[in-house]
Protein backbone atom coordinates (compact mmCIF):
# COMPACT_ATOMS: atom_id res chain seq x y z
CA UNK A 1 0.00 0.00 0.00
CA UNK A 2 1.01 3.51 -0.28
CA UNK A 3 3.38 4.97 2.34
CA UNK A 4 3.78 8.66 4.02
CA UNK A 5 3.65 10.99 1.69
CA UNK A 6 5.07 14.73 2.48
CA UNK A 7 4.84 17.91 0.16
CA UNK A 8 6.45 19.63 -1.06
CA UNK A 9 9.38 17.88 -1.34
CA UNK A 10 11.40 20.83 -1.50
CA UNK A 11 11.06 24.62 -0.48
CA UNK A 12 13.03 27.47 -0.99
CA UNK A 13 11.99 30.85 1.24
CA UNK A 14 12.90 33.71 2.45
CA UNK A 15 13.87 34.94 5.18
CA UNK A 16 10.49 36.22 7.28
CA UNK A 17 7.80 34.61 5.46
CA UNK A 18 5.24 31.94 6.57
CA UNK A 19 5.29 27.84 5.25
CA UNK A 20 3.54 25.03 5.63
CA UNK A 21 4.53 21.59 5.15
CA UNK A 22 2.26 18.28 4.45
CA UNK A 23 2.16 15.43 5.50
CA UNK A 24 -0.05 12.60 4.58
CA UNK A 25 -0.10 9.48 6.67
CA UNK A 26 0.18 5.91 5.99
CA UNK A 27 -3.99 5.12 5.66
CA UNK A 28 -5.64 3.71 9.49
CA UNK A 29 -2.64 5.09 11.14
CA UNK A 30 -3.79 7.06 14.04
CA UNK A 31 -0.77 8.08 15.01
CA UNK A 32 1.61 10.82 13.66
CA UNK A 33 5.25 12.87 14.19
CA UNK A 34 6.84 15.10 13.02
CA UNK A 35 11.00 15.25 13.37
CA UNK A 36 13.32 17.62 11.95
CA UNK A 37 16.82 16.61 10.32
CA UNK A 38 19.72 19.42 11.17
CA UNK A 39 22.86 19.21 8.98
CA UNK A 40 25.27 18.18 12.34
CA UNK A 41 22.29 18.07 14.90
CA UNK A 42 20.50 14.80 13.73
CA UNK A 43 16.99 14.07 14.09
CA UNK A 44 14.85 15.70 16.48
CA UNK A 45 11.64 15.03 17.64
CA UNK A 46 9.19 17.96 17.13
CA UNK A 47 5.44 16.76 17.81
CA UNK A 48 3.11 14.03 18.15
CA UNK A 49 -0.57 13.40 17.47
CA UNK A 50 -2.74 11.04 18.64
CA UNK A 51 -5.61 11.19 16.49
CA UNK A 52 -6.32 15.19 15.94
CA UNK A 53 -4.84 15.80 19.77
CA UNK A 54 -1.07 17.06 20.09
CA UNK A 55 -0.48 15.56 23.78
CA UNK A 56 3.14 16.46 23.35
CA UNK A 57 4.29 19.77 22.15
CA UNK A 58 7.37 19.64 23.86
CA UNK A 59 9.78 19.45 20.86
CA UNK A 60 9.13 22.51 18.54
CA UNK A 61 11.59 24.78 18.87
CA UNK A 62 9.49 28.34 19.80
CA UNK A 63 6.41 29.73 19.71
CA UNK A 64 6.82 30.37 15.12
CA UNK A 65 6.18 26.45 14.87
CA UNK A 66 2.86 24.84 15.20
CA UNK A 67 1.25 22.48 14.01
CA UNK A 68 -2.46 20.87 13.25
CA UNK A 69 -4.28 17.49 12.26
CA UNK A 70 -7.46 16.95 10.45
CA UNK A 71 -9.80 14.41 10.06
CA UNK A 72 -7.43 12.12 11.88
CA UNK A 73 -5.37 12.35 8.97
CA UNK A 74 -3.60 14.82 7.19
CA UNK A 75 -1.12 16.78 8.89
CA UNK A 76 0.00 20.58 8.41
CA UNK A 77 3.00 22.19 10.42
CA UNK A 78 3.14 25.59 9.51
CA UNK A 79 6.47 27.43 10.22
CA UNK A 80 6.33 31.11 10.84
CA UNK A 81 9.05 34.43 10.34
CA UNK A 82 11.07 31.71 9.02
CA UNK A 83 14.19 31.99 10.19
CA UNK A 84 17.91 30.94 8.82
CA UNK A 85 18.28 28.41 11.45
CA UNK A 86 15.12 26.58 10.67
CA UNK A 87 16.75 25.40 7.64
CA UNK A 88 16.35 21.93 7.64
CA UNK A 89 14.62 18.76 6.58
CA UNK A 90 11.41 17.80 8.06
CA UNK A 91 10.14 14.18 8.52
CA UNK A 92 6.82 13.47 8.87
CA UNK A 93 6.17 9.55 10.49
CA UNK A 94 2.67 7.62 11.17
CA UNK A 95 2.56 4.50 13.18
CA UNK A 96 -0.82 2.15 13.76
CA UNK A 97 -1.89 3.72 17.13
CA UNK A 98 1.14 4.83 18.69
CA UNK A 99 -0.50 3.42 22.53
CA UNK A 100 1.46 0.35 22.78
CA UNK A 101 4.93 2.14 22.30
CA UNK A 102 6.22 -1.29 20.55
CA UNK A 103 5.36 -0.06 16.94
CA UNK A 104 7.25 0.61 14.22
CA UNK A 105 7.50 3.93 13.09
CA UNK A 106 6.92 4.95 9.29
CA UNK A 107 8.47 7.86 7.80
CA UNK A 108 7.63 10.03 4.63
CA UNK A 109 10.77 11.15 2.60
CA UNK A 110 10.70 14.64 3.62
CA UNK A 111 10.80 18.50 2.80
CA UNK A 112 13.57 19.81 2.75
CA UNK A 113 13.18 23.58 3.66
CA UNK A 114 16.24 25.69 2.64
CA UNK A 115 15.41 29.81 4.34
CA UNK A 116 17.58 32.37 2.04
CA UNK B 1 17.44 13.03 29.14
CA UNK B 2 18.19 10.14 26.61
CA UNK B 3 21.91 10.38 24.64
CA UNK B 4 22.23 8.08 21.62
CA UNK B 5 26.08 7.55 20.13
CA UNK B 6 27.26 6.53 17.26
CA UNK B 7 30.15 4.81 16.68
CA UNK B 8 32.06 5.33 14.12
CA UNK B 9 30.30 8.03 12.57
CA UNK B 10 32.39 6.77 9.13
CA UNK B 11 32.93 3.66 7.35
CA UNK B 12 34.25 2.50 4.27
CA UNK B 13 34.61 -1.38 3.46
CA UNK B 14 35.08 -3.26 0.64
CA UNK B 15 32.65 -5.41 -0.74
CA UNK B 16 32.33 -9.09 1.06
CA UNK B 17 33.18 -8.08 4.26
CA UNK B 18 31.26 -8.91 7.40
CA UNK B 19 30.69 -5.36 9.74
CA UNK B 20 29.61 -3.72 12.74
CA UNK B 21 27.79 -0.82 13.88
CA UNK B 22 27.44 0.75 17.20
CA UNK B 23 24.92 2.35 19.40
CA UNK B 24 25.13 3.15 22.61
CA UNK B 25 22.61 5.18 24.90
CA UNK B 26 22.04 6.48 28.64
CA UNK B 27 19.06 5.62 29.65
CA UNK B 28 17.80 1.64 29.95
CA UNK B 29 14.30 2.30 30.62
CA UNK B 30 13.44 1.96 26.75
CA UNK B 31 10.54 -0.17 25.04
CA UNK B 32 12.54 -0.99 22.25
CA UNK B 33 15.00 0.26 19.75
CA UNK B 34 15.11 0.31 16.35
CA UNK B 35 17.74 0.38 12.97
CA UNK B 36 17.28 2.61 9.90
CA UNK B 37 18.32 3.15 7.15
CA UNK B 38 19.24 6.62 5.08
CA UNK B 39 19.83 7.36 1.68
CA UNK B 40 21.17 10.44 0.55
CA UNK B 41 17.82 12.45 -0.11
CA UNK B 42 15.41 9.99 0.76
CA UNK B 43 13.76 9.25 4.14
CA UNK B 44 14.55 6.53 6.75
CA UNK B 45 13.39 2.99 6.39
CA UNK B 46 12.92 0.96 9.29
CA UNK B 47 15.56 -2.56 9.21
CA UNK B 48 14.94 -3.96 12.33
CA UNK B 49 13.03 -3.29 15.80
CA UNK B 50 13.97 -5.20 19.19
CA UNK B 51 11.55 -5.42 22.28
CA UNK B 52 12.93 -4.44 24.93
CA UNK B 53 12.53 -7.77 26.00
CA UNK B 54 13.99 -9.47 23.15
CA UNK B 55 18.20 -9.75 23.06
CA UNK B 56 18.10 -9.79 19.27
CA UNK B 57 16.65 -9.93 15.75
CA UNK B 58 17.39 -10.76 12.19
CA UNK B 59 16.03 -10.34 8.91
CA UNK B 60 18.14 -11.80 5.94
CA UNK B 61 22.02 -10.56 6.38
CA UNK B 62 21.06 -8.58 9.04
CA UNK B 63 21.24 -9.28 12.81
CA UNK B 64 20.82 -6.88 15.78
CA UNK B 65 21.34 -7.46 19.33
CA UNK B 66 20.28 -5.60 22.22
CA UNK B 67 21.56 -5.36 25.61
CA UNK B 68 19.45 -3.33 28.06
CA UNK B 69 21.60 -3.62 30.96
CA UNK B 70 24.74 -2.29 29.32
CA UNK B 71 23.13 0.23 26.99
CA UNK B 72 24.37 -0.92 23.72
CA UNK B 73 23.05 -2.20 20.33
CA UNK B 74 24.59 -3.46 17.67
CA UNK B 75 24.34 -3.90 13.73
CA UNK B 76 25.61 -6.79 12.09
CA UNK B 77 25.53 -7.06 8.36
CA UNK B 78 27.33 -9.52 6.81
CA UNK B 79 28.68 -10.21 3.46
CA UNK B 80 28.35 -6.38 2.51
CA UNK B 81 27.67 -5.34 -1.07
CA UNK B 82 28.18 -2.20 -2.66
CA UNK B 83 24.02 -1.49 -2.03
CA UNK B 84 24.27 -1.20 1.57
CA UNK B 85 26.18 1.60 1.42
CA UNK B 86 24.08 4.12 3.28
CA UNK B 87 23.44 6.12 6.50
CA UNK B 88 22.44 3.83 9.44
CA UNK B 89 20.74 5.53 12.32
CA UNK B 90 19.59 3.99 15.62
CA UNK B 91 17.00 5.26 18.03
CA UNK B 92 15.80 4.13 21.10
CA UNK B 93 11.73 4.16 21.97
CA UNK B 94 10.96 5.66 25.60
CA UNK B 95 7.44 6.22 24.87
CA UNK B 96 6.09 8.12 21.48
CA UNK B 97 9.04 9.76 20.23
CA UNK B 98 12.04 8.78 18.85
CA UNK B 99 15.38 9.52 20.32
CA UNK B 100 18.09 8.66 17.28
CA UNK B 101 22.30 8.46 17.14
CA UNK B 102 23.76 10.74 14.39
CA UNK B 103 24.46 7.72 12.46
CA UNK B 104 27.25 5.94 10.98
CA UNK B 105 27.59 6.60 7.47
CA UNK B 106 28.57 3.24 5.56
CA UNK B 107 30.23 3.19 2.15
CA UNK B 108 30.97 -0.39 0.79
CA UNK B 109 33.10 -0.16 -2.22
CA UNK B 110 33.10 -2.86 -5.09
Known amino acids: GAGVSQSPSNKVTEKGKDVELRCDPI?????LYWYRQSLGQGLEFLIY????????KSGLPSDRFSAERTGGSVSTLTIQRTQQEDSAVYLCASSYSGGAFQETQYFGPGTRLLVL | KQEVTQIPAALSVPEGENLVLNCSFT??????LQWFRQDPGKGLTSLLL?????REQTSGRLNASLDKSSGRSTLYIAASQPGDSATYLCATNSGYALNFGKGTSLLVTP
Open chain 2, 50 to 54: IQSSQ
Open chain 1, 27 to 31: SGHTA
Open chain 1, 49 to 56: FQGNSAPD
Open chain 2, 27 to 32: DSAIYN
